[in-house]
């Protein structure tokens, strides 16, 4: 078996592959000892799945054939794009940690649940685990961030305004313009804080001075202000009809929803327009890296945030590097978001630490091919373990691993008889219930069922219709317990719908494929084997009780 861990890596044995690695590497080392190190900017969304106008596919309609994104695809088209990227875990603090330190989540102690645990009187695995940006700070790197971003002390001073409260979000805040010459103000407004947080790290950095900037937006987090995504973008709810995946109701409220997603994804395009302007402006564009990426797919969606299926666990990730990386090329290797961590580091010239389970994309980078570039890439492993704290009694998580591969997704569910969204709280029989009003408002999750997935239109279209005899489907497929293993053939079944494991015909290659994920987990001391995830420090030995919790919203939570 081939792993992507530092640790598991096979001894190297000379082979063509192996040998123009080689090659390219030691080019590589002479060519940074006689260049100038690059800069590096990693523009880091909260909550953006692989949506962007790039990674549309003409043999499959989606959501991509809608949303307009010319500067994300304008990037893609001057770089690389990765086409098997997947978060380390499908979930903000866990997906994070992983990037942070280069390492499976399962390894990252405090960062492995979302708000989560209780480590005062236990030694913390992440405090020990290398951390990037503090090494290439020790490199001579200038490093900085803005909003919501990974744990690290930057050398440059962060604006008082880049913290998660004074982010101004774009749906939302320009939505509560009451004329279009007050949205025009807010959308400017907008524009000016995206400008001021690149130019002031531009400013800040000496010219002689290489920098780390990662930036990190908010606005395809929800809540979204309902109706925005056709309001403020154009994008009309319709124009979805038959573009949905499967495992979504295509229907008007539905539709308004992702239409709306979808504007906020337009958002983070803006955005990016921006930062490659100042770049360019300040003539500091051809010696950047400019990455771009999210930490977990779509949320308030059947299959998205916090689900190891594609909509919630496959990335984006798209790289340029003028003069470096060959313009317009994509990249079919499988690879993890923790991944960028011994990158970034071996970019800088830091030797990447052997605690690192991720391994450095340099050779994709710059190869000259499209395709597959290192057939060994050929899997990704990723998982979950909690999410929202109080979304089952106990508040105990739902463990899933998945290996990935180009043609079938393999999960285990480690306690199936546990709710994979959290419980139905108050779901009675028939339709007993909450409304859809309720289930729709974001800020009533802290209540509502299902609190793994959140509150959106979506959510509140399936809950309330889940006793209508062509609806309930839906219902079934979202929510409903999962077996211990589920195995899904991409090539036939790419909406992941038809669980395959334990048919006959299945049998070998689910067996084969749960062997080389569970070595992957033996070997890096995964502690869910022993359950240890569901106990102290992990769990809190008091539950937390089911009340309004302070400061629940995003906006308002501490940077990590």
Same mark, same amino acid.
């Given at each position: 078996?081939?792993?992507?861990?530092?640790?598991?890596?096979?001894?190297?044995?000379?082979?063509?592959?192996?040998?123009?690695?080689?090659?390219?590497?030691?080019?590589?080392?002479?060519?940074?000892?006689?260049?100038?190190?690059?800069?590096?900017?990693?523009?880091?969304?909260?909550?953006?799945?692989?949506?962007?106008?790039?990674?549309?596919?003409?043999?499959?309609?989606?959501?991509?054939?809608?949303?307009?994104?010319?500067?994300?695809?304008?990037?893609?088209?001057?770089?690389?794009?990765?086409?098997?990227?997947?978060?380390?875990?499908?979930?903000?603090?866990?997906?994070?940690?992983?990037?942070?330190?280069?390492?499976?989540?399962?390894?990252?102690?405090?960062?492995?649940?979302?708000?989560?645990?209780?480590?005062?009187?236990?030694?913390?695995?992440?405090?020990?685990?290398?951390?990037?940006?503090?090494?290439?700070?020790?490199?001579?790197?200038?490093?900085?961030?803005?909003?919501?971003?990974?744990?690290?002390?930057?050398?440059?001073?962060?604006?008082?305004?880049?913290?998660?409260?004074?982010?101004?979000?774009?749906?939302?805040?320009?939505?509560?313009?009451?004329?279009?010459?007050?949205?025009?103000?807010?959308?400017?407004?907008?524009?000016?804080?995206?400008?001021?947080?690149?130019?002031?790290?531009?400013?800040?950095?000496?010219?002689?001075?290489?920098?780390?900037?990662?930036?990190?937006?908010?606005?395809?987090?929800?809540?979204?202000?309902?109706?925005?995504?056709?309001?403020?973008?154009?994008?009309?709810?319709?124009?979805?009809?038959?573009?949905?995946?499967?495992?979504?109701?295509?229907?008007?409220?539905?539709?308004?929803?992702?239409?709306?997603?979808?504007?906020?994804?337009?958002?983070?395009?803006?955005?990016?327009?921006?930062?490659?302007?100042?770049?360019?402006?300040?003539?500091?564009?051809?010696?950047?890296?400019?990455?771009?990426?999210?930490?977990?797919? #779509? *949320?308030?969606?059947?299959? =998205?945030?916090?689900? +190891?299926?594609? %909509?919630? !666990?496959?990335?984006?990730?798209? $790289?340029?590097?003028?003069?470096?990386?060959?313009?317009?090329?994509?990249?079919?290797?499988?690879?993890?978001?923790?991944?960028?961590?011994?990158?970034?580091?071996?970019?800088?010239?830091?030797? #990447? *630490?052997?605690?690192?389970? =991720?391994?450095?994309? +340099?050779?994709? %980078?710059? !190869?000259?091919?499209?395709?597959? $570039?290192?057939?060994?890439?050929?899997?990704?492993?990723?998982?979950?373990?909690?999410?929202?704290?109080?979304?089952?009694?106990?508040?105990?998580?739902?463990?899933?691993?998945?290996?990935?591969?180009?043609?079938?997704?393999?999960?285990?569910?480690?306690?199936?008889?546990?709710?994979?969204?959290?419980?139905?709280?108050?779901?009675?029989?028939?339709?007993?219930?909450?409304?859809?009003?309720?289930?729709?408002?974001?800020?009533?999750?802290?209540?509502?069922?299902?609190?793994?997935?959140?509150?959106?239109?979506?959510?509140?279209?399936?809950?309330?219709?889940?006793?209508?005899?062509?609806?309930?489907?839906?219902?079934?497929?979202?929510?409903?317990?999962?077996?211990?293993?589920?195995?899904?053939?991409?090539?036939?079944?790419?909406?992941?719908?038809?669980?395959?494991?334990?048919?006959?015909?299945?049998?070998?290659?689910?067996?084969?494929?749960?062997?080389?994920?569970?070595?992957?987990?033996?070997?890096?001391?995964?502690?869910?084997?022993?359950?240890?995830?569901?106990?102290?420090?992990?769990?809190?030995?008091?539950?937390?009780?089911?009340?309004?919790?302070?400061?629940?919203?995003?906006?308002?939570?501490?940077?990590?």
């Amino acid at each position: 078996m081939v792993s992507y861990s530092c640790a598991l890596l096979p001894p190297f044995r000379p082979s063509q592959l192996g040998l123009a690695l080689l090659f390219l590497h030691t080019a590589t080392t002479d060519l940074f000892a006689t260049e100038a190190k690059p800069n590096i900017v990693l523009f880091f969304a909260d909550d953006w799945g692989r949506h962007a106008g790039c990674y549309a596919d003409p043999k499959r309609p989606s959501p991509c054939d809608i949303v307009q994104t010319p500067n994300i695809d304008k990037v893609a088209q001057s770089g690389v794009r990765f086409n098997h990227a997947f978060y380390s875990c499908p979930q903000c603090t866990p997906s994070r940690g992983a990037l942070l330190t280069g390492s499976y989540f399962w390894r990252c102690g405090s960062s492995a649940f979302l708000n989560g645990g209780d480590w005062k009187s236990h030694p913390d695995p992440l405090a020990v685990l290398p951390h990037f940006p503090q090494l290439l700070s020790e490199a001579g790197y200038a490093t900085a961030r803005a909003f919501k971003t990974i744990h690290f002390s930057p050398n440059l001073p962060t604006a008082s305004t880049e913290s998660i409260k004074g982010y101004l979000r774009y749906g939302l805040h320009v939505a509560e313009g009451k004329t279009p010459e007050e949205r025009e103000q807010r959308r400017n407004a907008v524009i000016a804080q995206t400008r001021e947080s690149i130019v002031r790290v531009l400013n800040a950095c000496p010219a002689d001075k290489p920098f780390f900037f990662i930036f990190g937006p908010i606005n395809t987090h929800r809540p979204y202000a309902s109706g925005s995504g056709e309001a403020l973008w154009g994008i009309t709810p319709d124009s979805l009809k038959g573009k949905l995946p499967a495992y979504l109701p295509d229907v008007p409220e539905v539709r308004t929803d992702v239409a709306d997603y979808l504007g906020e994804v337009q958002a983070l395009d803006l955005m990016v327009g921006i930062f490659t302007e100042e770049l360019e402006k300040a003539g500091r564009a051809q010696n950047t890296i400019l990455a771009l990426t999210g930490d977990n797919g #779509t *949320p308030g969606l059947p299959h =998205g945030k916090t689900q +190891l299926y594609d %909509l919630g !666990s496959h990335a984006p990730l798209i $790289v340029r590097w003028p003069g470096h990386i060959q313009p317009g090329r994509t990249v079919d290797d499988f690879v993890n978001l923790m991944d960028l961590a011994p990158t970034f580091l071996e970019i800088a010239g830091v030797p #990447t *630490p052997i605690a690192m389970d =991720g391994v450095s994309l +340099l050779p994709q %980078l710059l !190869s000259p091919n499209s395709g597959t $570039v290192d057939p060994q890439r050929n899997f990704a492993i990723y998982g979950r373990e909690r999410h929202y704290a109080t979304a089952r009694p106990g508040n105990v998580p739902y463990p899933s691993r998945a290996i990935r591969t180009q043609t079938h997704l393999y999960i285990h569910n480690f306690k199936p008889e546990r709710w994979p969204w959290g419980d139905p709280f108050g779901i009675g029989s028939d339709n007993d219930g909450p409304d859809a009003a309720f289930v729709a408002n974001y800020e009533n999750l802290w209540e509502s069922p299902f609190r793994d997935m959140d509150n959106s239109l979506t959510k509140a279209w399936i809950v309330t219709h889940r006793t209508d005899p062509a609806s309930k489907v839906f219902y079934e497929n979202t929510f409903g317990q999962r077996p211990q293993e589920e195995l899904y053939d991409i090539s036939k079944d790419p909406d992941q719908l038809h669980n395959i494991a334990y048919q006959p015909e299945s049998q070998t290659l689910q067996q084969k494929l749960s062997a080389q994920l569970m070595e992957v987990l033996q070997k890096t001391h995964d502690p869910r084997l022993d359950d240890s995830l569901d106990r102290p420090p992990y769990v809190e030995a008091k539950p937390q009780p089911q009340t309004r919790p302070k400061n629940r919203h995003p906006l308002s939570v501490p940077l990590q």
